[in-house]
């Protein structure tokens, strides 16, 4: 289903299962869609990435990563550990704030919350994926109740450090309007990962044209699998001067 707006709905049966969250939105044709997100989402190489951009942006000072449609914080928060997991020889701290910002109010409200609900699939991401995980989450007696959320057994909420806490800024935005007013100085990251999935291909195309437009050679942008497998954003990208350099990773030209 391809939609150019949403709107969050309670969903009548919950078919999600896995995640940190999992939501239920309707397109303006009335067909209802189910989103979901979780830490280290398995569609990109996040310790290959970490490593190729410290290198890449090496001669930077300063380096902008904006992240659209960055939901509960599960993303933002994956993306910080493994740019301080990695390469730690190579200073992160140029990453960082992560802006980060999705449309959806109460999505954007638990994410600034500083906790997250995990299922046991996240908790082993997190051990897997560092070196001691209690760094970046400790547990707590505190439920996080996102509205509409749905619920998943096992589930757990845990407190983010502010070791990350203090590496992301959450705000509600339309990543349109972010993106008419970005200015790069191909020092930018750019991730848009699994929302543009949902869109119509000239949708995806007008937004990869601006993209291209905004983005100076050899800034990044990032999408997910369920973008690539629900439009043809990859034909998109290399039509308009992006070369994949790791899956669902490309470069400006
Ligand atoms: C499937 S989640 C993706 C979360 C995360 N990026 C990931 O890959 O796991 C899609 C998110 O896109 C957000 N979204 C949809 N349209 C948007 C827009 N125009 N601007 C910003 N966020 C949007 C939704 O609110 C939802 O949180």
Redesign the pocket.
């Known amino acids: 289903m391809k939609i150019n707006t949403?709107t969050h709905i309670q969903p009548q049966i919950a078919k999600i299962s896995f995640g940190t969250t999992g939501r239920y939105y309707k397109s303006e044709n009335g067909e209802e869609f189910g989103?979901?997100?979780?830490l280290f989402?398995d569609d990109v190489d996040w310790e290959r990435l970490a490593k190729y951009e410290k290198q890449h942006f090496c001669n930077k000072e300063r380096v902008n990563i904006i992240q659209?449609?960055?939901?509960d914080g599960?993303?933002a928060y994956t993306k910080i550990i493994s740019l301080l997991e990695n390469y730690p020889e190579k200073n992160a701290e140029k990453f960082f704030p992560i802006k980060a910002?999705?449309?959806?109010e109460e999505?954007v409200n638990a994410a600034r919350s500083g906790y997250i609900n995990t299922c046991l699939t996240d908790r082993m991401n997190l051990q897997i994926n560092s070196d001691d995980y209690t760094k970046y989450f400790t547990d707590t007696t505190q439920k996080l109740n996102i509205k509409d959320d749905i619920k998943l057994q096992n589930q757990k909420t845990l407190k983010a450090s502010n070791i990350l806490r203090n590496r992301v800024q959450f705000e509600r935005?339309?990543?349109?309007n972010i993106l008419a007013n970005l200015n790069d100085n191909s020092d930018t990251i750019l991730m848009c990962?699994?929302?543009l999935g949902y869109f119509e291909n000239d949708a995806v195309e007008r937004f990869v044209k601006i993209t291209a437009n905004k983005l100076k050679k050899g800034s990044l942008f990032i999408i997910?699998e369920?973008d690539t497998k629900n439009t043809f954003i990859d034909r998109f990208l290399k039509e308009n001067h992006f070369m994949r350099i790791i899956k669902h990773v490309y470069q400006k030209l």
């Open positions: 949403i989103t979901n997100s979780w989402r659209f449609a960055s939901s599960s993303e910002y999705d449309i959806d999505i935005a339309d990543m349109f990962r699994n929302v997910g369920h």
